[in-house]
């Protein structure tokens, strides 16, 4: 795989052919940058639903139990 | 925008979407402005599909609790850039209805992690005093990326409703971050009243090169608006604006915006003792050369002062004949060819062949635009030597157009030629037209006072054969004028011409006359009547110029 296709994985899309124009070590950087954000972004939306869940009404986190993926 | 504040901007944005520091990306501004905003929304993208599963049981979770308690439990578990991504997932009058709650601080938060193709759902929804304090607090942050994306999303009732909370230096900030600067002009209209204090503001902060970016990218009649309140700044203000155009290099902003003003702020601009400047003028003409602004250059050359337009004829006498024809036509599609005239008419001698001889700068329109300008202009000492030089078939076309001038204009051409060493150039031209103007012109040639009361006389002692004989062959049809030349040149002290003038109107002297002027090879009569009948008999002076043949003249 090219370099620049190291970078179309971790985005999960062509890029803009002007990222062309990096080095290869530049688009590795990038390529890890996303990957990094990505796996934070996760992480961030599973502690708040775990907050949310805590929050909300004992009735209520009953019923969101019941929503998939939270049991 | 495609600006380098536009390249920062859009680097800034990619960083806070990736959760990391601008100074951490720099490596990507070699991609430009463009592909970096791509990149953002391919990345923006992909988290939305990355994390729709729990995006999704979030908003779930969300809903099993009324408005007022969802609020609570986003305000305190969810973090706002999560909070962030629930828009378009939450219907948007529940996610009116729970943002309304949330506290501006928070919503501020949120709004910086906003997809802003999101945000047009759900922020037109929202009441004005729930914007509004977010408005205030995004401006208090000085985050105007945020705002910048934020804002083509709103409607101009809206927008209107929430200029209030933006100070005047923080909608230009604002107006120079914009994320589609196709905005501009339609935010631009809201705010009319605001426009002074925001150039004011500019002023007061240094705000230049937002000035020059924002104004590059609205429309030809708000960018004038600009230049027009930009041209209303002092002295001192205006050389701060002029540094920092030479310390940034943004000659082709300040060309771009001070072309685009009125003639008044046009003058202004360029004689502002900063704009007078040598580096100043370089950097405004080095633009228009470098980047084929023809049009601007002649805008503002067209009310320059010296010094601005002797370094642009210099410019212009560099170019190659590409951009020669360039300037040409702009100067005809912009209506401003007597700028062209003017450029050319200054030019050294013996480089104005190479404007004046382009094709276009003495065509049919051409060549009677260079005499509206003389005529306008009262420029017949600049025009009369550059048309000497034209080619011959363009020299007859603006021979056509002078000799549809009225008297008044003709008299006014003679005069002006008469008393600028031109007389001979006018008289060459005057072969040319019909008998009407040639009457004109050679009454005033023979007797200025005519027209014009005491004035110089146009003719005495020291005018040459060549312009004697150039009067007599323009007078063959008209005796009248061939007298009044008689009379003058005896009057001026050269009674031997007088008399070969004379003969013109009794033909059959003619030959008497030329074998005692043959006998006299240096009289000046002599010399006048051999050029008059076109003889060799006597060595001629060296020709200044070559005419064309005479046209066939009319009956008299």
Known sequence: MSDLGILEGALGAAVPHEFAALSDEQLHAFAAALVAARSRRRQQVQAAISGALDLLPAPAREAARKVPGTA | ?556
């Open chain 2, 1 to 556: 925008m495609t600006t380098t504040i536009g390249l920062d901007a859009e680097l800034t944005r990619l960083a806070r979407v990736l959760g990391t520091d601008p100074a951490e990306l720099q490596y990507l501004t070699a991609v430009g402005p463009d592909a970096l905003r791509q990149a953002r929304l391919l990345v923006l993208d992909q988290h939305r599909n990355g994390e729709d599963d729990l995006v999704g049981q979030l908003a779930a979770i969300t809903a099993l609790a009324p408005a007022p308690v969802a609020a609570k439990i986003v305000e305190q578990a969810v973090p706002p850039q999560v909070a962030a991504a629930l828009v378009g997932t939450i219907e948007d009058d529940r996610a009116a209805r729970i943002a309304s709650r949330l506290a501006p601080d928070y919503l501020a938060e949120c709004a910086l992690a906003l997809d802003p193709r999101r945000a047009g759902t759900v922020l037109p929804g929202l009441p004005v005093d729930v914007l509004l304090p977010v408005t205030q607090r995004l401006f208090d942050r000085e985050e105007y990326l945020t705002l910048g994306s934020l804002v083509a999303r709103l409607p101009d009732e809206r927008l209107r409703d929430l200029t209030p909370a933006a100070p005047d230096a923080g909608l230009l900030r604002l107006a120079g971050a914009l994320e589609d600067a196709s905005v501009l002009d339609r935010l631009f209209a809201l705010v009319p009243d605001r426009l002074a204090g925001i150039v004011a503001a500019a002023a007061e902060h240094g705000l230049w090169r937002e000035v020059l970016d924002v104004a590059g990218h609205l429309n030809d009649a708000n960018r004038g608006l600009v230049a027009d309140l930009v041209a209303r700044l002092d002295d001192p203000a205006l050389a701060d604006l002029c540094t920092a155009v030479t310390a940034d290099g943004l000659g082709g902003q300040l060309l771009d915006l001070a072309a685009a003003g009125s003639e008044t702020a046009r003058r202004r601009l360029v004689s502002t003792p900063a704009a007078r400047r040598p580096e100043t003028i370089d950097l405004l003409v080095g633009a228009a050369v470098a980047d084929a602004r023809w049009t601007e250059l002649l805008r503002l050359a067209d009310v320059a002062p010296v010094g601005m337009f002797v370094r642009t004829t210099h410019a212009v006498g560099d170019l190659d004949e590409p951009a020669l024809d360039g300037l040409i036509a702009a100067g005809r599609a912009a209506g401003l060819s007597g700028v062209v005239v003017r450029i050319a008419g200054q030019l050294p001698p013996d480089v104005r062949p190479r404007l004046a001889g382009r094709p276009g700068f003495a065509d049919a329109d051409g060549a009677a635009e260079i005499v509206r300008t003389a005529v306008r202009q009262d420029s017949w000492d600049e025009v009369l030597p550059l048309v000497a030089g034209l080619p011959e078939e363009a020299k007859a076309r603006v021979a056509a157009n002078v000799g549809d001038l009225g008297d008044g204009d003709l008299t006014g051409a003679a005069v002006a030629a008469g008393g600028s060493g031109g007389l001979e150039h006018l008289l060459g031209l005057a072969a040319d037209m019909p008998l009407r103007a040639r009457d004109a012109i050679l009454t005033v040639v023979a007797d200025p006072g005519s027209a014009f009361g005491q004035v110089t006389p146009l003719l005495d002692s020291a005018t040459s054969p060549e312009t004697w004989a150039q009067l007599g062959n323009l007078g063959k049809d008209l005796p009248h004028q061939i007298s009044s030349l008689s009379a003058r040149a005896s009057a001026v002290g050269v009674p031997a011409i007088g008399r070969v003038l004379a003969t013109l109107n009794e033909p059959e002297k003619v030959a008497s006359l030329a074998g005692e002027a043959v006998q006299r090879t240096q009289d000046i009569a002599g010399q006048l009547l051999s050029r008059l009948r076109g003889t060799a008999a006597t060595p001629p002076p060296p020709e200044p110029r070559r005419r064309p043949s005479p046209r066939p003249r009319p009956p008299a």
